[in-house]
């Protein structure tokens, strides 16, 4: 089963798999995230680093996802893992379609059809969602931000999130990230779980 957890930066969700390590360890979930840890992940922080222009940071993004999904997704899916990734998919879906704005006639149409027959859809995504100002205020003063994190880009970033999550009812989980981060990690847990022994039930498509 593949979950996945999104949101703005600044929205939570590096504490939250911090927790969710401890309290679904039982379950034996393989933790991962994108951009990966790969040379392709690499070389997409350089992109952002350096502010390539948005259709290469854009493609370079889908490459780190190609890469993930054949060296660790589709593997880990088939031996029938628990695979939880922090920023997926819908992080292209949300973010490049703001960057990519006034570049291409429909950014989010050229963004799905590059995933199409590939990419894995999650079966679950938790979304983190809070206000701006506060997602703002949770950055670490002494880290380099990167230009995606101001609050003009990120309210929009976050828009396009929502309407993402109202296409798609039936996978994303949105969640208050202003909750207190112990009880959004016990219901994040929680759902997984319940998730997990309904998937077992079922053979996967
Ligand atoms: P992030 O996971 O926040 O990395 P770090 O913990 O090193 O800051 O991702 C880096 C930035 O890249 C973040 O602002 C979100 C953005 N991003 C995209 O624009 N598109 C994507 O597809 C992904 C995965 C991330």
Redesign the pocket.
Known sequence: MLITIEGI?GSG??TLVARLRRLLDDLDPIFT???GATWVGES??RA?AERMDPITEALL?CA??AAHTDTLIRPALDAGRLVIS????D??FA??PV?LDGLLPDPLLWLRQIHAGWSIRPDLTFLLILPVRDAIERFDPAKKR?Y??NAGILARVQESYLSLAESDPARFIIVDALLPEEEIARFVADEIRMNARSSRRRPRA
């Open positions: 930066d969700k590096s995230r994108e951009p997409v922080r952002i993004f780190d996802h922090d920023r997926y998919s992080s292209r973010y490049q960057v990167e995606f994190e």
